[in-house]
């Protein structure tokens, strides 16, 4: 069982260039989850799908897009990279919708914007 | 902003002591996690603590949620070098659909 797959595991960017993050789950979970991690920040949430079909904005979301493209997949878009955008990003699923059950954590994005 | 801060930052143990990490928030919530991320990976999930529970064991991990103060603590008994990794407690709001996390305990664990 493969849970939470993310890709790439590595990029780096220019500033103004574009990209698309990919995760995909394999538990037939309902809600999936990005959030991204700094130095001293934790993890914040930059957006959610709750369900198939439905998408959310978290705590950070400004510069970012996402698609909920089926119940499997969850796509975060960066549509003009910028330096802050620096930091490693996490995709998550959960089975219930809601914040009411485990979450589980892909193994991250490392993303650099020059 | 963050709804659960854990305490202390850093923390650094002999091997075979226990450790306690805590964690205030500062809204009413329905349930409380803790995570560990060991360095470079993904985070794990451990334990899952309702707002109608006071105590949770699971193996050598023992959990406390006091609503009445919004705060919980984590205590790792007889640790491990494997224990060593940065621990997180993650909140709801009640009623959303979002966890929220704190800025994490750094916890090393000296053989």
């Known amino acids: 069982n493969a849970g939470v797959t993310q890709t790439p595991k590595f990029q780096v960017l220019k500033t103004g260039q574009s990209m698309t993050l990919q995760c995909a789950q394999d538990m037939n979970h309902n809600s999936m989850y990005w959030y991204r991690q700094d130095p001293g920040m934790g993890l914040r949430l930059i957006y959610y799908s709750a369900s198939e079909g439905t998408t959310d904005k978290g705590e950070v979301p400004n510069g970012y897009n996402v698609s909920r493209l089926n119940k499997r997949e969850f796509s975060l878009r960066l549509e003009s990279a910028a330096p802050s955008q620096t930091s490693v990003y996490f995709c998550?699923?959960?089975?219930?919708?809601?914040?009411?059950?485990?979450?589980?954590f892909g193994e991250g994005s490392r993303l650099t914007v020059l | 902003s963050q709804q659960g801060e854990e305490d202390p930052q850093a923390l650094s143990i002999q091997e075979g002591e226990n450790a306690t990490m805590n964690c205030s928030y500062k809204t009413s919530i329905n349930n409380l996690q803790w995570y560990r991320q060991n360095s470079g990976r993904g985070l794990v999930h451990l334990i899952l603590i309702r707002s109608n529970e006071r105590e949770k064991h699971s193996g050598r991990l023992r959990v406390t949620l006091d609503t009445s103060k919004k705060s919980s603590s984590l205590l790792i008994t007889a640790s491990r070098a494997a224990d060593t990794a940065s621990y997180f407690c993650a909140t709801d709001h009640q009623g959303a659909q979002k966890l929220v996390f704190g800025q994490g305990t750094r916890l090393t664990i000296n053989p």
């Open positions: 998550a699923s959960s089975r219930e919708g809601g914040a009411t059950g485990e979450l589980f």
